[in-house]
Every structure is written in C-alpha cells, then in structure tokens.
C-alpha cells in the first residue's frame, strides 16, 4: 500500500497494459481547481473503486476519462490512445467506455428496448434487428427480460438503474465508468445493482468505480483510491486500505463510514 502528502505526485508502478492512464491531470472550473495533478491507472480486467468525501473531485475525474470535462491539463489515454490529444476522434475512443450515473439519464418517452436500441442504431449504425438482439441479451443479463415493453415511469430506481447498465452494454465497451450508481437507490435496492456489477468483474470487464459501498470495494475491487481536495491520497488493495489507512485523512473518512 502506498500513502503520500497532499499535492506530491504519485506513479503507478506498470502501465504497460493500462486501460486507462491517468497522467498529471489538472481540471479548472473558473479559478477553482477541482483535481490537482492526479496520475494513475487502470489495468485491463482490473476493477478500480474511487472513494473520498464529496467535493474531492472523484466524479469530476470520471467525467474527464470520457471527456464529458475537457481537462485543463494532463492526458488521459485510453488502451494506449491520448483521448486528450486534440487531433483525436474522441467519439471513436469514447465508444469504447460505457458510462453509468447517478441519475440513470433514461429517454422517459421511450420504452426501455427502445432506450438500450436508440443509441446502437444511431452511433454504431445496427439495424434494428441486430440491435434489438443485443439489447435482449443484455436486458437478461440484469434480470429486467419482462420489462423490454416498460417505460422508465413504471419502473423502480433499482431496476432503472440495471437497464441502464444494460443500455452501457449494448454498446459493447472495453470498459465501464460507475459515477457512484448506487446513491440514488433505496437501501433495499442497492444489492441487485451491486449484483449485476459483481457479475459484470467477475466476466473480468475493467471498470473504474466512484462509490460508498464499502463492501463492493473489499470484495470486488482490485484496488482502492481514496481521494481528498483534488489529489490521490492513497491507494492499494481494498482490504488493506480499509483495515489499515495510512493518511489520516483516510483514517478520518473511513471512521465515519465503517
């Protein structure tokens, strides 16, 4: 496990295989700056769970892989391509990374089949009976098979937030981005997401986590980053980091949410 003072910047010690390569990344709102030279990386198959207080620049971060935030300064490489290079096709590299957020972001005028088929059709150029096949077989695999005719309002948070799991799917990404998807949900419905993305590692997807579910990170996670005040703090394998934190500043969030 590895710990370092706020600001002082940190290198991950292979990247040779990186999914995603974090280099030096600064980000700017006006003259706030939210992420403070963050540097690290995301190996393929490996499941990254970022953690931290709100405000510390976690879901600023995610956003930044797929260039939902154009960062001030930095790089970002996806499978070994600079995402942030201004020459680049960010659709291209975008379309490699499936993204899941908070607020599930559903069409609510289309049914749920129409809402995981709209964007194969659009950006991946599929018929409608390709699209439509995916969209099945990945419908099964969040369990919601018998809601393909249902309409977001009918459904619960829980099961939303599975087809929208199942819509990032159906574009057939490398890597999935999580910007804390269980937040939203009722207690009771946590599990059956948390679920769909414990069989979503286990099938070895890379996926990169912001989350509070602690559990998730010890049982699923490859590696845990805990972040504070736009830097990384510390890092290493989960149950490490939440027996045993270095930084106080760790031990004084992980006190509050253990």
């Given at each position: ?189 946590v599990g059956d997401v948390l679920q769909v ?62």
């Amino acid at each position: 496990m590895t710990t370092w003072s706020a600001g002082e910047p940190h290198v991950p010690s292979d990247r040779s295989t990186a999914a995603i390569d974090v280099q030096q990344l600064h980000k700017y709102f006006g003259s706030n700056e939210v992420l403070k030279g963050i540097d690290f990386h995301v190996g393929v198959g490996e499941v990254v769970c970022v953690i931290g207080p709100s405000g510390s620049g976690k879901s600023t971060l995610l956003r930044c892989v797929n260039m939902l935030e154009t960062p001030t300064s930095g790089k970002i490489f996806v499978e070994g391509d600079e995402i942030t290079d201004p020459d680049a096709d960010v659709d291209k590299l975008r379309s490699r990374i499936g993204m899941v957020f908070q607020s599930f972001n559903l069409f609510p005028h289309m049914t749920v089949l129409r809402n995981l088929c709209i964007a194969q059709q659009r950006v991946k150029g599929r018929s409608k009976s390709e699209s439509v096949e995916i969209a099945r077989a990945n419908l099964a695999k969040v369990g919601l098979s018998e809601k393909e005719d249902a309409y977001p309002a009918h459904l619960s948070g829980g099961q939303s937030q599975r087809v929208a799991i199942a819509r990032a799917l159906s574009m057939e990404p490398d890597m999935m981005l999580f910007d804390e998807p269980t937040s939203a949900l009722d207690p009771e419905l946590v599990g059956d997401v948390l679920q769909v993305m414990k069989d979503l590692a286990s099938e070895g997807m890379t996926m990169m986590v912001v989350t509070h579910e602690m559990g998730f990170a010890r049982e699923v996670g490859n590696k845990l980053v805990f972040m504070d005040g736009g830097v990384i703090l510390e890092e290493g394998v989960p149950a490490e980091v939440l027996a045993n934190p270095q930084h106080e500043r760790t031990q004084g969030f992980l006190s509050k949410v253990l």
